[in-house]
């Protein structure tokens, strides 16, 4: 059995994290959920919406990702997992999102284990140097200049 994976999150990066994990593992469709919060929805009915997409996958594995914690897509979030077998994560990201699809087939606190290591591990500085990864300019003779 496969977990299922609820994004909630402000319009419309919960549909854009979607479609870029579907980019990469379109098999993936029926596991990953979208679910975008607009500016003006109440709470009530962003709450009843997640509960109709969550559907059956609240008592039978369900990992819900969420934007920012303490803004409305998370405060939904935690009262539809509240009482429920699905655990919440926010500060969802790409890296986050491609480790969880990877490993929606293992149990739900091993799911949880992974997409957080995914996600932090998918954020770093990443140092950039002329001479190993870019070109210098064909026309630039001025020596005293420094690439940008």
Do not use: W
């Not at 994290?17 to 109440?42: N, S, T």
């Not at 594995?61 to 914690?69: K, P, R």
């Not at 606190?109 to 870019?134: C, E, F, K, S, Y």
């Amino acid at each position: 059995m496969s977990n299922r994976i609820l994004i909630i999150a402000h319009a419309p990066l919960a549909q854009a994290l979607r479609d870029c994990a579907m980019h990469v593992y379109a098999e993936c469709a029926a596991d990953v959920i979208a679910l975008d919060v607009l500016p003006d929805a109440q709470p009530e009915d962003t709450l009843a919406q997640a509960i109709d997409a969550a559907g059956e996958a609240l008592n039978n594995g369900l990992l819900v990702l969420t934007d920012i914690f303490g803004a409305t897509p998370a405060n939904v979030a935690q009262k539809l997992v509240a009482g429920s077998h699905a655990k919440l994560i926010a500060g969802v990201n790409l890296p986050m999102l491609f480790r969880s699809v990877c490993y929606r087939h293992e149990p739900l606190d091993a799911l949880v284990a992974r997409a957080l290591t995914g996600g932090t591990q998918g954020v770093m500085q990443v140092a950039i140097t002329a001479p190993h990864n870019q070109n210098g300019r064909i026309h630039d003779h001025d020596l005293n200049h420094h690439l940008q």
